[in-house]
């Protein structure tokens, strides 16, 4: 892989040294599991879960003279990926045999590409602080995952279970683009968000269906590249972060210290936030790559790409921009309403509840405040708790209509989370008395005996006009928290004469 520098250094980035300032380096190979009933080349179930060994087929079990037979869905599913990269879909492309003896893999090999991946490059975009950072994909292929070895179950012996060989995994590497924690968090983010989006694996990284291996060097800022150290298997983002920096922070002070970086894998322990070494960085020859003798080249016609790009869901990027045109958003508001499509189709089921289209804004607030709130309180997104669409619209249309004011919106979504889960928002109001009072005439009742009880508090809002806010309060009180906020201020600047 060739390397080309295609960011320039932002000194926001920038971390010191006793000698200055450095820059961190970031490249990520990612393995997604391929969401498919089967494995990659066998008919083999995918099931997580399963009791030990229910699911291998002769070919996982690496038998001799059993054949590979290619699943095409899997193939689908990474041209699909591919497509919502943005990427090269490469028509031909070739299976390879990656040798390495371990016991969770008993032929002997993985079947992976190599020089002929199934998708080339393209790109995945950011938002790091309202700015857009582009990161290049370098490819995408096609391999087969290993088994799993168990250590713990037993004082003296390992158990071997094969229901993961031969599951197909999407390897996703990235250009060396990153140029933070940061950035390398927000990577791992939307990746995980595209891929579910198109449904071609689910980004679980706890049961280890998204997998990072973290490439990391430093440099000076804008300088050659450095000498990088791999961290293999990292199964969160948080855990991402917190191996960058450390891994980054090592690397500096050896090289400030005079030592040089030895090319190596390493292993992040969560428990000690540290990184350590694992073993020296192997080549592609120690793997003596040769063709797949047993599978013919993957070869596909324009017509199948365009057929899969044709049924492509909205993707993020796409939805988003959507979002900030069609409803007026700001485009974090965007940005966080399409964090999953779930939470985004939420938004906009309660934006068109009904016949009627209502302003997005107001639901954007809604769903990103009070319900976001909420929902983090209990460990879910907005989406996944009891506040309906049709609620949220019940409340923006009473605020709309000046029925209820927009604390008054708090306050409703208040009875609605913690009383009244099925409440039916206009008959709540109706039913408690929670609409704003408009009556002019009641307002103004309120305000004269307000004014007439404090003249001290009037002499001093004459002096100075902010101290208002005293009296909006005290009116509010008065009402019952009812008096409708623009009306009531109107009236107190008119009879304070501050107007
Ligand atoms: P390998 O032989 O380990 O597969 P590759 O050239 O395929 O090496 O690169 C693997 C990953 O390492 C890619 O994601 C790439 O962006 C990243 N990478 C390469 N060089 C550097 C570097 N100097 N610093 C950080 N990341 C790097
Ligand atoms: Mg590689």
């Known amino acids: 892989m060739t390397l080309i520098d295609t960011r320039t250094p932002n000194p926001k980035n920038f971390i010191s040294g006793q000698t200055g300032d450095w820059e961190i380096v970031i490249g990520m190979e990612v393995h997604a599991q391929v969401t498919s009933q089967s494995k990659l080349f066998s008919g083999a179930s995918t099931e997580f879960g399963s009791p030990p060994n229910a699911n291998v087929s002769f070919v996982d079990a690496g038998m001799p003279g059993m054949l590979p037979v290619i699943n095409e869905e899997c193939v689908r599913q990474a041209v699909r990926t591919g497509l919502g990269l943005k990427a090269q879909?490469?028509?031909r492309s070739i299976f390879d045999r990656k040798n390495y003896f371990y016991p969770d893999q008993p032929p002997g090999y993985q079947i992976s590409q190599f020089k002929d991946p199934i998708v080339g490059e393209g790109s995945v975009f950011l938002d790091i602080d309202g700015e857009r950072v582009e990161i290049g994909i370098e490819r995408l292929h096609l391999e087969t995952d290993a088994g799993k070895l168990i250590h713990d179950q037993h004082p003296s012996m390992s158990f071997v279970d094969l229901n993961r060989a031969g599951v197909a995994l999407m390897e996703i590497v990235s250009k060396p683009d990153m140029r933070s924690s940061e950035e390398a968090k927000?990577?791992?983010?939307?990746?995980?968000?595209?891929?579910?989006y198109l449904g071609t694996c689910d980004g679980n990284m706890e049961q280890g269906s998204m997998r990072a291996d973290i490439n990391v060097s430093v440099r000076k800022p804008g300088g050659a590249f450095g000498t990088r150290c791999e961290i293999?298997?990292?199964n969160s983002i948080r855990f991402a972060g917190q191996a960058i920096e450390f891994e980054a922070r090592r690397q500096i002070d050896i090289l400030e210290d005079g030592g040089a970086i030895d090319q190596e894998t390493r292993l992040y322990d969560p428990k000690t936030g540290e990184t350590r070494s694992m073993r020296s960085?192997?080549?592609a020859q120690d793997y003596r790559y040769f063709p797949e003798p047993d599978l013919l080249p993957l070869e596909f016609d324009q017509a199948f790409i365009d057929e899969l790009a044709q049924h492509l869901p909205e993707l993020p990027d796409e939805k988003q921009a959507r979002f900030i045109s069609e409803y007026g958003v700001t485009p974090y508001d965007a940005m966080v309403l399409t964090l999953d499509r779930e939470t985004a189709d939420y938004y906009e089921a309660a934006v068109k509840f009904g016949d009627t289209k209502r302003d997005g804004k107001a639901v954007a607030n809604l769903v990103n405040g009070d319900i976001a709130a909420f929902a983090n309180s209990q460990g879910l997104s907005a989406f996944e708790t009891h506040i309906k669409p049709g609620q949220i619209a019940g409340i923006v249309d009473l605020v709309a209509a000046g029925t209820i004011s927009s604390k008054g919106a708090k306050d409703l979504l208040q009875v609605i989370i913690a009383e009244e889960p099925e409440g039916e928002p206009a008959e709540i109001v109706e039913r408690r008395g929670m609409k704003q009072v408009t009556d002019l005439g009641a307002i103004e009742k309120v305000v004269d005996e307000i004014i007439a009880a404090n003249p001290d508090q009037v002499a001093k809002v004459l002096a100075k006009p902010t101290l208002i806010g005293w009296f909006v309060g005290q009116a509010m009180k008065a009402s019952g928290g009812k008096a409708?906020?623009?009306?009531l201020n109107e009236i107190l600047k008119k009879k304070l004469g501050l107007e």
Request: zero cysteines.
């Open 89 to 91: 879909i490469n028509k």
């Open 281 to 283: 960085k192997e080549d």
């Open 232 to 234: 293999k298997n990292v």
């Open 484 to 487: 409708n906020p623009q009306a």
């Open 186 to 196: 927000g990577y791992l983010s939307k990746l995980r968000t595209i891929l579910r």
